[in-house]
């Protein structure tokens, strides 16, 4: 095993281990509450990951729960690449995952960003800046909620034309002017 993947193995068991605060980064994206159905995804995959089962785990991660803006699944499709399980290992991919991941400024996502880009020559770390800005297209928080927020505003405009947004929209909007430091909406 290499000195990157003994680290890597490191710092996977840590994240693991410290996944509440994920989960907490969770509560604080409007994207409604963490349903019983996203629960049982997200057992679900644990399972498959614990496993050995890695190439249902990662189909799931990246597209189930990392497209909901779920960062812990965001950081392990990364996770999966770099350390090529069920999909070929990829470097530059695990840093623009871990990149997706760390958006929300979670202290262990961002060291293991970090470190991952610092191992990248400067032909890699170009390819990972193109990979990240595709990813934040689709997976970016801004990106998320701005389709819900549309999805909130049309629910209400056929609801009832002209009043104040729902809480839900309004909990959307608030999140949007703090991410971007704008005056409320």
């Known amino acids: 095993m290499t000195l990157m993947k003994c680290i890597n193995t490191f710092l996977i068991a840590v994240t693991l281990f410290v996944c509440a605060p ?13 349903d019983a159905h996203t629960m049982r995804i997200q057992a679900k995959v644990e399972s498959l990951y614990e496993r050995g089962d890695y190439k249902r785990a990662h189909f799931i991660y990246s597209n189930e729960l990392a497209r909901q803006g779920d960062k812990y ?4 499709t990364g996770y999966m690449y770099l350390m090529g399980q069920g999909v070929a290992e990829d470097p530059v991919k695990a840093s623009a995952w871990y ?12 060291a293991v960003r ?6 990248l020559n400067d032909e890699q770390r170009a390819q990972s ?3 990240f800005a595709e990813l934040r297209k689709e997976y970016s928080d801004l990106v998320i ?6 999805e909130d505003l049309r629910a209400q405009k ?6 104040r947004p729902s809480g839900n929209a309004q909990t959307r909007l608030d999140f949007i002017t703090t991410r971007l430091d704008l005056d409320p909406i």
């Open 22 to 34: 994920a989960m907490a980064q969770w509560a604080q994206f409007p994207t409604g509450d963490l």
């Open 73 to 76: 699944a965001q950081y392990m």
């Open 99 to 110: 990149r997706i991941a760390a958006e929300r400024r979670a202290p262990e996502f961002i």
């Open 114 to 119: 970090d470190q991952v880009l610092q191992s």
């Open 129 to 131: 800046d193109e990979l």
């Open 145 to 150: 909620i701005m389709g819900l927020l549309v």
């Open 158 to 163: 056929t609801a009832s034309a002209g009043s």
